[in-house]
């Protein structure tokens, strides 16, 4: 069974980077042909992608958060990072790790809330 957790903080404050971390148990992040992705979804609004890390390392980002995102995995840990910097109201989400195994994610995490506030 493929389980994926998100961690971090609930609250960040305007200007600071935002860290998430996705836990993967019962896959491990570096097994073919997976893509490791975080999305997320603004209230209101639609799931919007941000970026992935493949299986082998690289990284992939959204062009609307290319220039603050950061995608990273520790392999020892199972684990890979977002991290998000100068965040505004616009980032407060929900926040999901998924995995993607082609042109569909099948499974997630149960997803965390980040709300940017001073």
């Known amino acids: 069974q493929v389980q994926l957790q998100e961690s971090g903080p609930g609250l960040v404050k305007p200007s600071q980077t935002l860290s998430l971390t996705c836990t993967v148990s019962?896959?491990?992040?570096?097994?073919?042909?997976?893509?490791w992705r975080w999305v997320r979804q603004p209230p209101g609004k639609g799931l919007e992608w941000m970026g992935d890390?493949?299986?082998?390392?690289?990284?992939h980002y959204s062009p609307s958060v290319k220039s603050r995102t950061s995608i990273s995995r520790d392999t020892s840990k199972n684990q890979y990072t977002l991290q998000l910097s100068s965040v505004t109201t616009e980032d407060t989400a929900v926040y999901y790790c998924?995995?993607?195994?082609?042109?569909?994610?099948?499974?997630w995490g149960q997803g965390t809330q980040v709300t940017v506030s001073s």
């Open positions: 019962g896959c491990s992040i570096t097994a073919n042909y997976y893509y």
């Open positions: 890390i493949s299986s082998r390392g690289s990284t």
């Open positions: 998924a995995r993607e195994p082609g042109n569909f994610f099948d499974y």
